[in-house]
C-alpha cells in the first residue's frame, strides 16, 4: 500500500502507425525498460500496414496493453482515443520514434511529487538529427529544474510554438485529472496541433514544472523523409485558424493569453509571420496539390482577414483632429475643440 | 452478418426510476449485435449498485479515470464504442422497442448519410404533458449536407435541439469528427457533433417518433438562469467554432446559409433570455458576467467593454429590479 501512496500508477501512451522497425522497437523497449515501479504501457496501434502490428504483438508483459481504434484515425483523434483507454493518476504521450532514458519516469515523479501546483511537467530533451546523426540537447543547459508559474509557462509555450516546434510534449507527464479537465488534446478539434491547445488548456488549471536533465530522445526527420508536404501546410494553417477562434471564446485561456503578454491581435500576427515562413519555405519535391493549394489560400485568407472594428474608421478622424489641435492655427484648433467638446 | 451497433450511456447520478427506464428500453432492443457501454462517472447516489444488479451479456461497464464534465464524459464514454455505428442516450431518455430495426434500415437505405435521427415524444416533468417533439415539421427523407446545414444551424440556435436522443451515427464519420469534443464549450457539445459529422455526409431523417425526451423544467434544477447563459455563450461559441472551419464553410457557401444570421438570430434568443433572467433574479451578479461575456463573443469584439459592461453596473441591475417589481409580470407575458 505504502508503495502506491508514493508511486502512483503513471500510463505511457505509444501510439502507432506505420513506424520503422528499428524506432519501433527501441521506442517500446525503453518504455518497458524504466525503472519505475507502476507502470503501464497503452500502445495503440493505428491500423498500420507496414508490419509494425507484428513487432506490436511480439512484446508480451502484464503492463503492456495493445488497443486498437475501431477504424483508421486521424492523428490527434488517435491520440485522444489512446489516452482516454488511460487508468493511471499521470500520463505520459510517446512518439513512437521517440525513446527514453531509464531513469525518465522515476526522475519526473519525484521532481513532480514536490509540486502540487504542477498540472504538468516536462524534460529537456536530446535531438537526433536523423540525416546528419549529430545530436544536441533541446533547450538551454543553464536553466535550472523550476516550477513555471502559468503566465510565465503560457508565455514561453506561446512563444516556442511560435517557433512551430515546442516539443514539451515529448516526455511531459500530466496529471490525468487536469489532462481530462481540459477535454484533453482533442481540445479544440484541431488535426495536427493538438499539443498548443492542451498546454495553453492544462496551464489554466496548473503550473508547469521544468526538468533540467535531458531524459528524453527526440528524432528530428529531414525534409526527404517525407514529414513535411503540402498537406500538412494545409492542416497547419487550417489549425492555426481554429486556435485563433477558440481562444477568443474560451474565456480563461483567453485571460490566460493575455496575462502572459499576449493579445490575440499579437498572436495573429505571428501565426500569419510564421504561416507565411512555412509556405515560403517549406514546399519541396512533394508540394500541394491543387486541392490542398486552395485549401492553403482560403485558410490564409481567413488568418489575414482581421475583424473590421468601429475603431479602424475613428482612427484617420482622431489623428487628424490631433494634428489640428497640436499644429494647426488657433482658429482651427478653435475648432477642432468645438468639434471635441460637441 | 448484421453491423454490430455501441449504444452508449453515459450516467451520473440518474434517479433510479428514469434509469431504469432507460435501461430497460435499451435491454428490448431486439437486435442481436449490440454493445451497451454504460458509463458510471462516479455516481453517489446508488446508480452503481443499481448497475452491478444488472446482467446481460451485451451489457459493458466502463468507468473514467477520475469524474468527469458532461462533454469530456461523453468523449470518453463514446471512444470506447467499437461498433460500426454508434448512438447516445442521455440516462433519463428512453428508446421504443422498434427503435434500432427501423434506424438500421433507414442507414442501409442512405449509405451516404452520416448520421439518422428520429422524432421525438417529448415527455414533461413538471405537467406530465406528451406531445410530439418536431410533429410533421419535416417529412422524413434523406437531406444533403447542405439542407441539413440550414436545418441545424437553425437547431443549434434554439437552446435544446435534441437532435442526439435517438440518433443512430456511423462509427467512421464519428471517430474521424472528432466526437464529442470541445471547442471550450461547457454542455453544447451536440451541437459541435452534429456540425462537425455533416462534413462526411448528409443526414437521414425519421418522421416517427421511435424515442422518448425529458424536459425538465425550472422546478428540477435543470433549466435556471444560470444555464439558460451558459447556453447562449456555448452557442455562440459553436457558431465561431463552426465559421473558422474551412470545411463548414464550404457547405455554409453551398447551402447560402450564413454565419452573421445566425449569429442575429442567436441574439434575439439571447436577449429574451437576458431579460427573463434578469427579471427572475436580478441580483444574480453572475449571470450578469455571463451574459456580459456572450455579448461580446457575439459581437465578435465590436462593442466595446464599457457598453458591455452596462449590464453588470448597479444601476442596470437596480433598473431590472424595479421595472420586474412594476412591470415584470408584463414585460414577461409580453416576450415570452
Known sequence: MHSEITNPLVTVIIPVFNQRADFLRQCIESALGQDYPNLEIIISDNHSDNGSREIIDSYVDPRLKVVRPPLHLPMVQHWAFAAFQAAGEYLSFMGSDDWAEPHWLGTMMSEIASCPTASFAFPNLTLHFNKTGSTRTARNDDIPTRLIPSIQAARQVIEWTSHMFSWWIVGAIIRTKDYFAVSGIARYATIHNGDYPLSLGLLTKGDALYVSKPLVNYRIWGLEEGKSDGRRQAVILDDMIRILACIKSDQPVHTLCINSGWSLGRIRRRFIKLATLWISLLPTRNGPSAEERKRIVSSLTLLLSTRITLGIFLIPLFLVLKVFVRLGHTSWKRVAKKFLRM | ?????????????????????????????????????????????????????????????????????????????????????????????????????????????????????????????????????????????HYTDAEAMRIFGKFICRDTSAYMTGALIRSDAYFKCGGFHDAGVRYAGDACMGLGLLKYGGVVYESQALANYTQWTAKQGKTDAQYSAIACQDIAKVISWAENDVELRAIARKAHFSFPKSRIRLSVFFLLAYIKNVIDDASNTRVHDDFQETLKILSRGWLPKWVTSIFRSDLMISLMSFLRDRVGGKIKSYFL
Open chain 2, 1 to 141: 452478418m448484421r453491423p454490430l451497433i455501441s449504444l452508449v450511456i453515459p450516467v451520473f447520478n440518474q434517479k433510479e426510476e428514469y434509469f431504469r427506464r432507460c435501461m430497460d428500453s435499451v435491454l428490448a432492443q431486439a437486435h442481436p449485435r449490440l454493445e451497451i457501454i454504460v458509463s458510471d462517472n462516479h455516481s453517489t447516489n446508488g446508480c452503481t449498485g443499481f448497475l452491478s444488479g444488472l446482467s446481460d451479456p451485451r451489457l459493458r461497464l466502463i468507468k473514467p479515470p477520475c469524474h468527469l464534465q458532461l462533454i469530456q464524459h461523453f468523449a470518453y464514454a463514446g471512444f470506447q464504442a467499437r461498433g460500426q455505428f454508434v448512438s447516445f442516450l442521455p440516462s433519463d431518455d428512453w428508446l421504443e422497442p422498434n427503435w434500432l430495426d427501423v434506424m438500421l434500415q433507414v442507414l442501409e437505405r442512405h449509405p451516404d448519410a452520416a448520421f439518422a435521427y428520429c422524432d421525438l415524444r417529448k415527455h414533461e416533468v413538471a405537467s406530465g404533458q406528451i406531445s410530439r417533439y418536431r410533429g410533421d415539421a419535416f417529412p422524413s427523407r
